[in-house]
């Protein structure tokens, strides 16, 4: 998972270049924005949603502690 986030940034970036440039509005490059966005977009929400869950796992798991 390390790796996937900064691997499909850059092929999102470059996708989105090649879309933005003058010449370079062709159907082949909006496809590919979006198959390389999806991705990105998922694993930018993924990620601190996953985050949040485990934390509030764990402070549900601090109530059943030996408090001292």
Not at 31 to 49: E, H, K
């Amino acid at each position: 998972m390390a790796i996937a986030l900064p691997i499909s940034t850059v092929a999102f970036g470059i996708s989105l270049g090649s879309l933005l440039r003058p010449d370079g509005f062709v159907l082949l490059w909006s496809v590919v924005t979006v198959v390389t966005g999806i991705p990105f977009a998922v694993l930018l929400v993924y990620q601190p949603l996953q985050r949040a869950q485990q934390l509030k796992k764990y402070r549900k798991s601090q109530k059943h502690l030996i408090q001292p």
